[in-house]
């Protein structure tokens, strides 16, 4: 391995003089480097395909994907499983090679470029931490490797644990931590060698609800500080909603959408996306025709939809409404679903904060005759796969 | 109706006898563990030990110059004699550099090859790999050291005769060809502990060590070799010991090198104490070879 990954990097201080400053401190104020086009997008990939397997049993994992990833965001792979979000970073990250098409990272071509030659780290989903080396010398191993001096080793190691706030347990081998502990070392481990791009593969996936929101909250902080973009793999539509700065929807190995968290779910480009990102609520023919008076396939959001009971005085004149029978209630504690079929043909949920009511009283609705209504301004075009414009 | 049970057990009627011991055992766990231990236990005692037993006690006996029958009674002179003689000290460090020799040899060539089955090669291969490393342990062992005589006898043989363009001579009968032999024959018993520690190496390790900038050779020394230590140490003690005690071989491509195994075999007709007295110091170098190994902790993976 060359001084090229070293001088690539875009952090002044690793080249400059190295004062005591806290890893924070310093990843706050890092600025990209001049000379980095800042019009350049940090990743960009180009018709980029994966074939797993030969003959019959072939898998285009990745099949056609053309993706700008500008600096410093925070984008979200989102999709169902096997839609080919671990390939896509893995062929970023240089461990599998591109059947097709090309990978630049900052405006270089690595599409060729072993995992070592290349500016970007992982987390991994199962952390892979080293279990032989001690947390210490598991966050310090990408410095050690790229012969950073033995004081500012375990300078920056020290900093980028207390960043993590697991300064106290440097000491330790992986195997005596808990899960989120481990997840934080990961995440250490990969900053402490400010990568121009941070790839994370699922890497809130094997903790607990409470502690992964937790997480959610202090890994999007940690990006806002440090400024690396990063890329984040979920299944977990909240997940990338509530983190991303932008969302890219996968489905077998095509991006079905690119746009904000409020792109995706208030304007699903497809059905497949209306359906992942939130509960598909679709009216198409005939059913559109007859509620909405308009041809095409619609989306309205759950909790848009207001529920009244069919006997009960109708709403104001502009809503649009709809009559139907209650076939299913799931109480979700704070709001309850409302499965209803529609008397138009198709079926729509509704979702409703419990404000008024409890458990047993919504039970009673199952079966009942009750009206929807909700602004026609919820409602959304989806286009048909056919006709969906590809996205970039 | 059926009858009501007698009172005191659980067990309905009709449950086959089979199940009802299993009933009966599981509350009882000192029991089912004695059934357990009990078999392998006296196994071990009788078989095993007895036999170990009996050859350190035989160590201390003597024989009849005459009717070369062993006498008993206890004498240290074999141990004075085996100790004292240099030429046996010089046939023990010897024996001991042949299987450290054919360790090193056998781990060199076995590293590579398990780590190409177990990371390089398909999935779908790695069974039939296996079977083809085993396979030359189901040949005669006398046939496959035969075979390596034709292949390394002076002039004619397989490997003088390869190198002979080179102008280079074959290794000949000797050391050399001992420590070739015993190679060949004890790889599998150190491939199939390797491969199984790096099968069990997460291939993520691998990825994230190249991911935080170490070139392949790097990742090998700081990541896959401190995690195949403890195999590459399992399978080092079955070619260590394997080789101390090894005598066939010696005699058939060893030419006039002398091993403790074929002193044993030399002496054991004609004064079987005495060969007894040697044979001990393989089993002494073994003892202490597993008592060096037990402190890396690599026993827990044998
Ligand atoms: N090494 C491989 N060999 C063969 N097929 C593979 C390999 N890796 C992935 N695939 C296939 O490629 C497709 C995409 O897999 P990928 O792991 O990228 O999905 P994913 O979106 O990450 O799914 P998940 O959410 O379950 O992790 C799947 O059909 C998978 O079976
Ligand atoms: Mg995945």
């Not at chain 2, 009968?173 to 190496?201: D, H, I, K, N, S």
């Not at chain 2, 090894?246 to 004064?271: P, S």
């Amino acid at each position: 391995m060359g001084t090229e990954p070293v001088t690539m990097r875009w952090d002044p201080q690793l080249s400059g003089p190295r004062a005591g400053r806290r890893l924070y401190g310093a990843l706050v104020s890092t600025q990209p480097q001049p000379d980095v086009d800042a019009a350049r997008p940090a990743i960009r990939l180009r018709g980029l395909r994966k074939r797993f397997g030969t003959g019959p049993q072939a898998v285009d994992a990745v099949a056609g994907v053309d993706l700008d990833v500008r600096d410093g965001e925070f984008l979200t792979l989102l999709g169902p499983s096997g839609s080919g979000k671990t390939t896509v970073l893995r062929l970023i990250a240089g461990f599998e090679l591109a059947t097709a098409g090309t990978i630049e990272l900052g405006g270089v071509d690595v599409t060729r470029r072993a995992p070592f030659e290349r500016d970007v780290n992982t987390v991994f989903q199962d952390y892979a931490l080293f279990p032989h080396m001690s947390v210490t010398d598991n966050v310090g191993y990408g410095l050690r490797v790229r012969k950073v001096g033995r004081a500012e080793r375990a300078s920056r190691t020290q900093e980028a644990l207390d960043g993590v706030r697991l300064g106290h347990l440097g000491d330790r081998r992986p195997a005596q931590l808990s899960g989120g502990q481990r997840q934080r070392v990961a995440l250490a481990r990969a900053l402490v060698n400010r990568p121009r791009v941070l790839l994370l593969d699922e890497p809130l996936g094997a903790l607990d609800l409470k502690l992964r929101e937790q997480m959610q909250v202090e890994l999007k902080a940690i990006q806002r500080q440090v400024g690396i973009t990063f890329v984040f793999v979920t299944h977990d539509q909240e997940e990338a909603l509530t983190m991303s700065d932008r969302i890219a929807v996968f489905d077998g190995g095509r991006i079905e959408q690119l746009g904000s968290a409020a792109d995706v779910y208030e304007r699903p480009a497809t059905p497949f996306v209306a359906g992942f990102v939130g509960t598909s609520n679709l009216l198409s023919g005939a059913a559109a025709e007859q509620v909405l008076g308009r041809s095409g396939t619609w989306s309205v959001r759950p909790e848009k939809i207001r529920l009244d009971l069919d006997d009960e005085p109708a709403a104001e004149a502009h809503d649009r409404s709809a009559t139907g029978v209650v076939r299913e209630v799931v109480y979700v504690g704070s709001a309850t679903r409302f499965v209803v079929d529609l008397d138009a043909g198709a079926s729509l949920v509704a979702l409703q904060q419990n404000v008024q009511t409890s458990s047993s009283d919504v039970d009673a609705y199952r079966g009942r005759r009750v009206r929807l209504h909700w602004d026609p301004r919820h409602e959304v075009q989806v286009a048909d796969p056919a006709t969906a414009p590809t996205a970039h | 109706m059926t009858a009501l049970p007698p009172a005191g057990t659980s067990v309905a009627p009709g449950v086959p006898a089979g199940r009802r011991l299993s009933a009966w055992l599981s509350g009882r766990p000192r029991v089912r563990l004695a059934a357990l231990l009990a078999p392998p236990a006296i196994w071990l005692t009788l078989v095993y030990l007895a036999a170990l037993l009996a050859l350190l006690t035989t160590a201390f006996f003597s024989v009849d110059e005459f009717t070369n029958a062993v006498t008993r009674t206890l004498t240290l002179s074999n141990v004075r004699d085996v100790v004292s003689d240099p030429a046996y000290l010089r046939a023990s460090a010897r024996t001991v550099g042949v299987a450290a020799a054919v360790t090193a040899l056998c781990t060199v060539i076995a590293i590579p090859m398990a780590f190409f089955m177990a990371k390089v090669a398909p999935a779908r291969s790695r069974g039939l790999l296996v079977a083809l490393v085993l396979t030359p342990l189901w040949a005669s062992y006398l046939v496959k050291v035969y075979a390596w005589q034709a292949m390394v006898q002076p002039g004619s043989g397989v490997i003088a005769w390869v190198l002979r363009p080179l102008g280079v001579d074959g290794p000949g009968y000797g050391l050399m060809a001992v420590v070739l032999t015993l190679t060949y024959l004890w790889l599998p018993y150190m491939v199939l502990p390797v491969y199984a520690g790096l099968e069990r190496l997460p291939d993520s390790l691998v990825d994230a060590s190249a991911d935080l900038g170490a070139g392949p050779w790097r990742t090998f020394r700081n990541v896959v070799l401190p995690l195949a230590y403890p195999s590459i140490v399992a399978g080092s003690v079955f070619t260590f010991s394997l080789s101390l005690g090894d005598y066939i071989t010696v005699q058939i491509v060893g030419g006039k090198a002398q091993l403790l195994a074929n002193i044993v075999f030399a002496n054991y007709a004609a004064n079987l104490p005495f060969a007894a007295a040697i044979a001990i110091i393989p089993v002494l170098i073994t003892v202490a070879y597993l008592a060096v190994v037990r402190r890396t902790g690599a026993l827990d993976n044998l």
